[in-house]
């Protein structure tokens, strides 16, 4: 036993280092848990599936509306950079919204009337949900963009942006006739 030890302290060391290693069981056990949650799909907006539809009708438009805004900027007709942030910001939040909220199951054709969204979406879920990233990737870097006042960037981010629309519309939807 060293001179700065005694049996007082070891118990008392012992007791300490027992409180950490419970702590921290108990801070894994909790992230593990929050981790766990976190990589659950988020509910869909509503348990009805005609609601569902129709709330990413809405998104969907709020999301033309804002390139519109966008666009104005882009080919110089009186579009100006706050119309850009704030079409980048509602681009950002309904990009966040899409999977799988606004797409659950038996909301597509031949499930709910007017409803434009192919069963390719729930057959190919995967290049789905790939597609739909790259639309959170695509409008994220055009709310940085937008923020900078890059009019190159910004062009160059609403091309992404275009592009990644494009792909779901292209794939995933089928237009009203």
């Not at 929050?34 to 709020?62: C, F, I, L, N």
């Amino acid at each position: 036993m060293s001179g700065f030890e005694t049996r007082g302290t070891n118990q008392q060391n012992g007791d300490f280092f027992r409180k950490v290693v419970i702590a921290c069981a108990a801070a894994a056990a909790l992230a593990g848990a929050a981790s766990a949650a976190g990589a659950q799909s988020p509910q869909p907006v509503s348990s009805d599936p005609t609601a569902v539809v129709k709330d990413r009708e809405t998104t969907m438009k709020s999301m033309g509306d804002a390139m519109k805004k966008i666009s104005a900027y882009v080919k110089n007709e009186g579009g100006t950079i706050d119309g850009v942030r704030e079409g980048a910001s509602a681009i950002g939040q309904a990009s966040h919204k899409i999977v799988p909220n606004l797409f659950p199951a038996a909301t597509g054709i031949g499930n709910i009337e007017g409803s434009e969204a192919k069963p390719e979406i729930w057959q190919q879920w995967g290049q789905f949900e790939q597609a739909a990233t790259r639309l959170v990737t695509a409008s994220d870097g055009l709310s940085s963009a937008a923020q900078g006042e890059d009019r190159a960037a910004i062009v160059r981010q609403f091309g992404q942006v275009g592009q990644a629309c494009g792909g779901c519309h292209d794939n995933f939807r089928q237009k009203k006739s």
